[in-house]
């Protein structure tokens, strides 16, 4: 069992390493949503999905630059009193990505297949990248997750 002092440096340590890695991960995750609109946008059409990847670049966004600003050691403490501001944009980002598998009810089987499995895929990276800290993991996966739950109850 921690004190007070060794818990809260090892939530430090925890946040180093998810930020550590955060920018390079939301470029890249970023990137791949523009391989996903490209292959969807004739089964949804150019505004929806122009819409959902600009959400995207948006959620996104926020995590890059908290990223960059962790490396600045005025703007790292700040973060880690405020490990919350991290929690935010998991969370966005997560509803955002979810949001893909909402809009999959309505697409044929194939692309509706090919999406899903695009997010799991999504889901999986990011529990590999987020598992030091399972509260990371659960607040960017479960809004995703939920999403592509619901549209496999609630649309078929």
């Given at each position: 069992v921690l004190d007070d002092e060794g818990a809260s440096r090892f939530r430090t340590k925890q946040l180093d390493r998810?930020?550590?890695?955060?920018?390079?991960?939301?470029?890249?995750a970023t990137a791949f949503?523009?391989?996903i609109a490209v292959f969807l946008e004739p089964v949804f059409g150019a505004v929806l999905v122009q819409a959902?990847?600009?959400a995207k670049l948006l959620?996104?966004?926020p995590r890059f630059a908290l990223a960059l600003a962790?490396?600045?050691p005025r703007a790292r403490a700040t973060i880690q009193r405020r490990a919350s501001l991290l929690y935010w944009t998991l969370a966005l980002d997560g509803i955002i990505w979810g949001l893909a598998g909402l809009a999959s009810a309505r697409a044929?089987?194939?692309?509706a297949s090919m999406l899903i499995a695009c997010l799991a895929v999504v889901a999986t990276v990011a529990t590999l990248g987020?598992?030091?800290r399972l509260l990371a993991t659960a607040i960017f996966v479960t809004p995703l997750a939920t999403f592509i739950?619901?549209?496999q109850l609630v649309f078929r």
């Open positions: 998810i930020l550590a890695h955060s920018a390079v991960a939301a470029v890249l949503a523009g391989l959902w990847f600009a959620s996104a966004a962790y490396k600045n044929p089987a194939d692309a987020l598992q030091v739950l619901n549209r």
